[in-house]
């Protein structure tokens, strides 16, 4: 096909070509209506970080006993990291600030990290607003607090630093999916024009050589012509 054939294409089928990507733009839009909180729903994370200090020795121990407080004090870092994020923490800080989330949905969005060899526990919680995380974090430092003291586990756990709600997704960029849909709608309109332009060409093809032999056959001259 040359040049010229393909501008006469065009110029054939280019109503076909608009309207594939209107559809396709139309029925992006009707989706996203539909499904898009579902799809692009966002993730936001708030924090609290908690200061650990083991209980103080009293005045008649031993020095050999203060030698020991660095091991104590990662044992005691650890379990705090492992233990603010159970469900008997989620259950309590449910019940407390009367949150609308499941015991295993909560401790499922709690996570407890230390700072190397740092004293810092920073407790984060995960939700689908930013409200939603502040008020979920903190709900969960204040369980973690009364459940310690109900277990009366040592040490202690200031509240250092706490932090706002910041969205850890990355949103989608609306202007590449609606180029990815325009060019999937040029595509699939330019696939139907191929389509139909063979088809077309076939049946010209068939006509053209159905007409030829009409022509010749209507130029033969008959046997008995040809002996006279």
């Known amino acids: 096909m040359d040049v010229a054939r393909y501008l006469a ?3 054939r089928w ?3 070509l608009i309207l594939g990507v209107m559809f396709s733009v139309a029925a992006y839009g009707v989706v996203t209506r539909l499904h898009g909180g ?3 729903r966002a993730t936001y994370a708030a ?3 908690l200061f650990v ?3 103080p ?3 008649s121990a031993m020095t050999v006993d203060s030698t020991k407080r660095p091991w104590e004090l990662d044992r005691l870092m650890a379990t705090y990291g492992q233990m603010v994020m159970t469900r008997t923490v989620a259950e309590r800080a449910i019940r407390d600030a009367g949150l609308a989330d499941g015991a295993d949905d909560l401790a499922g969005r709690i996570t407890g990290d230390m700072f190397g060899y740092t004293q810092l526990l920073r407790v984060t919680v995960t939700a689908a607003s930013p409200g939603d995380a502040e008020r979920s974090v903190s709900a969960v430092v204040r369980a973690f607090d009364a459940v310690r003291a109900e277990h009366a586990i ?3 756990a200031a509240v250092y630093e706490t932090s706002p709600a910041v969205r850890t997704d990355t949103p989608p960029s609306e202007l590449v ?4 849909v325009v060019f999937a709608g040029l595509v699939s309109a330019a696939s139907i024009v191929i389509v139909f332009e063979y088809l077309g060409g076939g049946v010209r093809e068939a006509g053209d050589t159905a007409t030829a032999g009409e022509h010749a056959g209507a130029t033969r001259p008959l046997a008995g012509n040809e002996r006279a």
């Open 57 to 59: 020795l009293p005045d």
């Open 9 to 11: 294409i065009g110029r």
């Open 177 to 180: 999916n609606i180029a990815i």
């Open 154 to 156: 040592p040490g202690e």
């Open 14 to 16: 280019w109503w076909l």
């Open 53 to 55: 200090t083991l209980p």
């Open 47 to 49: 924090s609290t970080t």
């Open 38 to 40: 579902a799809r692009e």
